[in-house]
Nanobody, 125 residues
Framework: VQLQASGGGLVQAGGSLRLSCAASGGTFSFYAMGWFRQAPGKEREFVAV????????SYADSVKGRFTISRDNDKKKVYLQMNSLKPEDTAVYYCAADRVISSNLRIDKAHYEYWGQGTLVTVSS
């Protein structure tokens, strides 16, 4: 599975961005899809994950209520809608695919086999 993330950019605090991740190869619906982020000098951290069918989600506490993950299995895409952005959301955002059974959700990045190249989100104060 190849993943291509896009949609990053520069936005003021309080603004919104929508990230997209396009998948190719493999069977997209076999994978739970996650978003992770890595700020300068920090470890890559979990942001959100969505089950294979899109019916179940999990979010990091830091983004809960502001970010929404969604997917379109027909288009082989996953999205991250980010609202009320804060300067601390500044990071490179990565989409990732986790081959799972049923509606399992995992937040440990070690489980994710495939990664996109990352897209930079910069939130100015």
């Amino acid at each position: 599975v190849q993943l291509q993330a896009s949609g990053g950019g520069l936005v003021q605090a309080g603004g919104s961005l929508r990230l997209s991740c396009a998948a190719s190869g493999g069977t997209f619906s076999f994978y739970a899809m996650g978003w992770f982020r890595q700020a300068p000098g920090k470890e890559r951290e979990f942001v959100a994950v969505l089950s294979r069918s899109g019916s179940t989600t999990s979010y990091a506490d830091s983004v809960k209520g502001r970010f929404t993950i969604s997917r379109d299995n027909d288009k082989k895409k996953v999205y991250l809608q980010m609202n009320s952005l804060k300067p601390e959301d500044t990071a490179v955002y990565y989409c990732a695919a986790d081959r799972v059974i049923s509606s399992n959700l995992r937040i440990d990045k070690a489980h994710y086999e495939y990664w996109g190249q990352g897209t930079l989100v910069t939130v100015s104060s």
